[in-house]
């Protein structure tokens, strides 16, 4: 029987533990609080201490968590939390709820639906009440998303595979969040550290001069795998494959924001620890995605590389991607907290 690495072990279980995203980031707050993190609120000032780690969340569907190195300079780092986290609001779920009526009869409860709400159908309004334990009055508005009950499970006649909806993207957001937590697991870990390590994860996806100037963010969302069935879809020279680590992404018409610099570093730190790094360029005549790496890369000038671990069947119900790849990127990223300052300092580029 085949051993499972505990990365993968860890990621079934973050997956499973987040049908939405108001889930992953209730996940993503407990393993916070459980590494030492300190929950901050936007409402109120902060108090950023050298060596400190903090996380702060809104709507209950965006997360920020960020450590300062203890030589940081805590005064650079202050959020706009007007222009620099701007919200985006999930979209409402539609249902066939007459069907439902048709099929099952009028729900069993008592208490009437508010005919008054002119957005939603009072017959979903009651659906949601008697979950919730209230009358339809009371409830003011809401968000909803279909799931897959379906449990994310590990197979592969190796046992190589990862099954689950939402690895798009929940497998970046949480190999960054465990590389993050684990980066600063001992305390000393910050003592030499000038920047700060940060990871946030927005809940949507289609910040400070000098620390604008020092910083580098790494666009991480997944990438399409090489199918054996549909092999003409990538460029001969450019085929990302499972089990062959992260993807740095490439396109000449900016839909991703890598740069020669920007690969460069993301390369140099792979290839410090070893790690496995491959390349994804787009056939010139197929369409081409894009990430929030370009947005924020052209809205705030921060130097960007869009990365991504290889998956298959993307945006579909049932996504699937490879246990090492998980390790490999928990690998790369931890790598690169680790590692960005110090080769940052290295680099010179502008003479």
Known sequence: MATVDPIALDLVDFLNASPTNFHAVDEAKKRLKQAGFVHLSEREDWVLEPGGKYFFTRNHSTIVTFAIGKKSVTEAFKFNTHS?????????????????????????????????????????LQLIADQAHCHPDEICDFELQVCDTQPSVIGGAMKEFIFSGRVDNLCMSFCALKALIDSISVGSLLDEESGVRMVALFDHEEFLEKAIQRSFLVSADMAHALHPNFMDK???????????????????????ATNA???????????????????????????????????????????????GAPQLSMHSIREMCAVDDAKHSYEHFKAYFNEFTKLEKKLVIDL
Do not use: W
């Not at 701007?86 to 099929?103: F, M, N």
């Open 234 to 256: 990538h460029e001969e020279n450019h085929q990302p494959k499972l089990h062959d680590g992260l993807v740095i992404k490439h396109n000449a018409n900016q839909r991703y």
């Open 84 to 124: 620099h986290l701007i919200p985006v609001l999930a979209t409402s779920v539609k249902g066939e709820i007459q069907k439902l009526v048709d099929q099952n009869g009028p729900c069993k409860s008592n208490a009437k639906a508010n005919v008054d709400n002119k957005k939603h159908h009072p017959v979903l």
């Open 261 to 307: 610099v920007t690969a460069f570093i993301f390369r140099e730190i792979a290839e410090m620890h070893n790690l496995p790094i491959q390349d994804f360029v787009v056939r010139n005549d197929m369409p081409c995605g894009s990430t929030i790496g370009p947005i924020l890369a052209s809205g705030v000038g921060i130097r960007t590389v869009d990365v």
